[in-house]
């Protein structure tokens, strides 16, 4: 007899009680009726991701789990993270790769080179509190006139780099300061609100075949959609098990971490994200992470 799949985990606060707490969904992260249980509050994504079999103790939660009281609808969803730092990759598509070189005024042939090389480009990208979550604002840099969100599907890992769950990920980058030099990347990459994750973490079970995993972005600015954009998993050139393989390379992740997998959908040149726009990214079998948009 097959296992029930495992639910999704999800990181929320209800009006009743702002204290986040760790819960299971049965069913669409995406159909607001979907039931919610809360897990007991010794249990967190720092205790699953560190226990000896994290997929074990998750089908165990779901077993033990009483009748659900609430659903979607009745609680506030949270980034899906504790105290994991999240991980880059970056040109992992072609279409990325062709938008770095564009945006480049000096290093354009590196982008080419890491894009063909057996080393992926690995870099840290974010903290737990600069990470936010669905309904909540990324950040548009105060000093960038170019910045983009980098709609990605993000891997889930144990400490041990077991791939426990995917979510929908936001590689927020401002592009006119990575362009003016390579060595800005941490600039680029890393300030309050440059990551977005959501809406929870469902079993890599959920995804369609690569082919049908559907990544698209779609940026509303004054109630008009003026990017919608989109890619497949199949589309990206490096396996989940080779990009864990080198993030693992001499670093130790003692309570897990996220990866984000690389975007192969860029909004056109000649577009930055404004403040008060809203962003939506959806992947199959996952769900959409909505944030709006404000500028530092």
Known sequence: MSQAPLPALIKFRTKQNETPRWGLVHGDLSTPGSSVTTLDESVNLDTILTSADPKVLIQSLASAAGESTQTLADVDLLAPIDS????????????????????????????????????????????????????????VRSDSNWCVPE?????????????????????????????????????????????????????????????????????????ETVVDGSTTLDQ??????????????????????????????????????LAGDMVHISISGIGTLTNSVEKG
């Not at 030099?181 to 075949?209: D, E, F, R, T, W």
Request: charged share 20%; net charge neutral; with cysteine.
């Open 84 to 139: 994991q730092e999240v991980w880059g990759a970056g040109v992992t598509y072609y279409r990325s790769k062709v938008a770095r070189q564009e945006e480049s005024k000096s290093g354009g042939s590196f982008y080419d080179l890491v894009y063909s090389a057996d080393r992926p480009e690995l870099f840290f990208k974010s903290t737990p509190n600069r990470t936010v979550g669905p309904n909540q604002s990324i950040r």
């Open 236 to 273: 990206m050139k490096r396996g989940f098990d080779e990009l864990a393989g080198w993030l693992g390379r001499d670093n130790a992740f003692p309570n897990g971490v996220i990866l984000l997998t690389g975007t192969g959908v860029v909004p056109p040149d000649e577009f930055s994200l």
């Open 151 to 223: 709609p990605e599907l993000a891997l889930v890992f144990s400490s041990r780099l077991e791939l426990i769950g995917v979510t929908v990920g936001d590689d927020v980058s401002a592009r006119d300061i990575e362009g003016e030099n390579p060595l800005y990347l941490p600039q680029a990459k890393m300030h309050i609100g440059c990551c977005a994750l959501g809406p929870g973490i469902v079993p890599v079970s959920a995804l369609p075949a690569r082919e049908k995993t559907v990544i698209r972005v779609q940026i509303v600015r004054n109630g």
